[in-house]
C-alpha cells in the first residue's frame, strides 16, 4: 500500500469508529426519546443537574444565558448546537453576529460539557447539553421542570447566514414574532409564555436607548423612564461601559409572571415587550398570565418542549462533538470523504 492509501485506509477506519451511531447498527434511529442515554451515559442528565446547580450558586447569571441559549439555539432551524460554534477562517459564528449581541457565559457551558467527558468521552452531543442545561437553568429560576427528551446531535455548520430569518429583532413587530413562533409549530399562547423568560436578566443600554432619545417613547410609564434614564444616562452608551437595565425591577431573579404585570404596566424594555401587551391577538394571553402563575408555566412548558424538539439530527446526522466551539472533524479532513 502506498503512502497515500495507507493514509486514507487509516482515515476511514478512524472515521467509521468515530462516527458510529449511539445506538447498535441493526437497530432504528430512535430519534428524541426520554432519557437517551440510559445505557450509554447513565450519570448524564445527573452531571449536568450538578454542574448546573455548582454553577448557579457561584454565577447566578449562568441561568439566564442557559434560558436564552436554548432560544437562539433551537428557534434556528435545528436545536443542533450550531450556536456555540466559534468562529472559523471561512464561517462566522452565530455567537458574533447581531442577534446574538449579549450572550454570555458560553465558557461555564464548556465546564458542563468537560464534566460530562469525563464520565462518557464521546457521547453527550453539545446539543443535548444545552437543551438540559436549559432545563435545569429553568428549576434554578424558580420555574417549572420540564421532562425533556435528548438525542440530539451536533450539527456541523454555522448558521449565522439565515439566522435573521429566524430570530426577531428587539423591534421587530408583533406579526413577525408570531410568525416566527408559528413556523416552528409555537402557537400564540406558547410565544406569549416564551417571552415570560424576559422576567430575568438584563437589556444592554443599545438596546434601549432609541426609545428615550431623542424623545422619550410616550408609551412607557413615567416612573419606568425615570429608571432606564438613570441607568442609561447616554445617547450613546459607552461601548466598554458594561450599561443595562433589568429586565424585571421587581423579582429580577426569578422566572416568574411579573413579566406580564411589568409589561401591561407599560414597563416593557423592548418594542417587542410592549407590543405584546398591547396587541389584540397576544393581550388576552398576557391578561391570563398575569393573573396566573400556573398558567404560565404550564404554556412556557409546552412551547419550550416544542422549541426542544425542533428538526433535530437523529441517529447518524451530525456528529458528537469532543469541545462544544469546535467542530469534531474539521471542514478539510472530511471535505475529503463527503
Ligand atoms: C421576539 C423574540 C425575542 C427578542 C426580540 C429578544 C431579544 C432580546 C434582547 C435584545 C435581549 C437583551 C440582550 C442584552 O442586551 O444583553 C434579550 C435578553 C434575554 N432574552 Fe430575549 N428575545 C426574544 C425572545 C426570547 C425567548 C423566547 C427567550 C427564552 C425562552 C429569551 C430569553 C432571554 C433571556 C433569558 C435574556 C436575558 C439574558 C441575560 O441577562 O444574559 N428571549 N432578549
Ligand atoms: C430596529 O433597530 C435597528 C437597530 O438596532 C435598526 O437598524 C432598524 O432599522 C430598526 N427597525 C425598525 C423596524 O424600526
Redesign the pocket.
Known sequence: MGAKALFFFALLSFLAVSLRPAFAEDEEDPGLIMNFYRDTCPQAEDIIREQVKLLYKRHK?TA??W??N???DC?VQSCDASLLLDSTRRTLSEKETDRS?????FRYLDTIKEAVERECPGVVSCADILVLSARDGIVALGGPHIPLKTGRRDGRKSRADVIEQY????N?SITV?LE?FAAIGIDTPG?VA?????S?????C??LVHRLYPEVDPVLNPDHVEHMLHKCPDSIPDPKAVQ?VR?DRGTPMILDNNYYRNILDNKGL?I?DHQLATDKRTKPYVKKMAKSQDYFFKEFAR??TI?SENNPLTGTKGEIRKQCNALHFHGSETSLLF
Open positions: 447569571n439566564f444565558s434560558l436564552r436554548i432560544f437562539h428557534a449581541f449579549g450572550l454570555r457565559n430570530l426577531p429583532d428587539h421587530e414574532v416566527r410565544g416564551l417571552l415570560g423568560a424576559h430575568v436578566g438584563r437589556t444592554h443599545v438596546k443595562y429586565n423592548l417587542v412551547a419550550i422549541l
